[in-house]
């Protein structure tokens, strides 16, 4: 697993490859195992595009696009949502942009592409989010750079992504939740054990909040900001392209 976390080309086939064994399970698990709060996660991530301007959004790392439909219900919209994993996006398509959510299917483009070569033309959208999908990228400097290029000068960048918390008693119990009881459950459920281990370890191998800042700020993204959640088991990061 380590070898895989380090290998650019392996990581993505395998990341490619998780995704689409676990799709059916994907939206339970992740409100069971946050217990149902990832949807407040993602409505905090939305409402940070909330004062910008209006315009085509990008959901880059979009999956089963529950942040797509977050950002129509803060009237955020278009959504270009891009994932490279077919079965997620088309997953996605079926159950939340069907017959009873018209309006959905009019504002969300389902895209599969890379986001390490995003099929978007120079600045044309006003703001990019991307929810815990960064960690997956097999390359997070190539990834920020990609969002940066097809940003629009003023445009913003929103992040959400698991953290660890730095609390000395909180710490090791999610430590032990982490790599303990969510492959449990998350194994038994989706009946791919592998893919939430490999879940755990990617947590505990993801950037600090300051280090990611600094892999924004490299990007070019300007005042790039964190503010953390839940007792920072997620964080989110916001940056700004140069107007
Ligand atoms: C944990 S899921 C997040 C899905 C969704 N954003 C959410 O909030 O639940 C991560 C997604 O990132 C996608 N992904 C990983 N690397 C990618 C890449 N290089 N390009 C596009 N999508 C990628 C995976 O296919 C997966 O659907």
Redesign the pocket.
Known sequence: MKQILTDPNQK?VF??DK?TSVTKR??LL?SLLSCYI?HYW?KEAAKELADGHAGPIL?????????SLELLNQNRKPVAA????YE??AYGARERLNKKNQGAKLQIFPVC????RLPLRDESVQGVT????I????NVSQ?LGEMHRVLKPGGKVVI?EFSRPSNPVLGPLYKFYLHRILPLVGGLISKDMEAYKY?AQSIEAFYSPKELLSLMHEAGFLNPACRSLTLEIVTIYTGTKAG
């Open positions: 993505s990341v490619q995704f994907y939206d992740n990832d993602r959901d880059l790392c979009a999956g089963t696009l529950p942040l891009v994932d490279f994993c997620m996006l592409g890379d986001g390490l991307i929810a815990f999908g960690r997956n990228l097999s990834g959400l879940l």
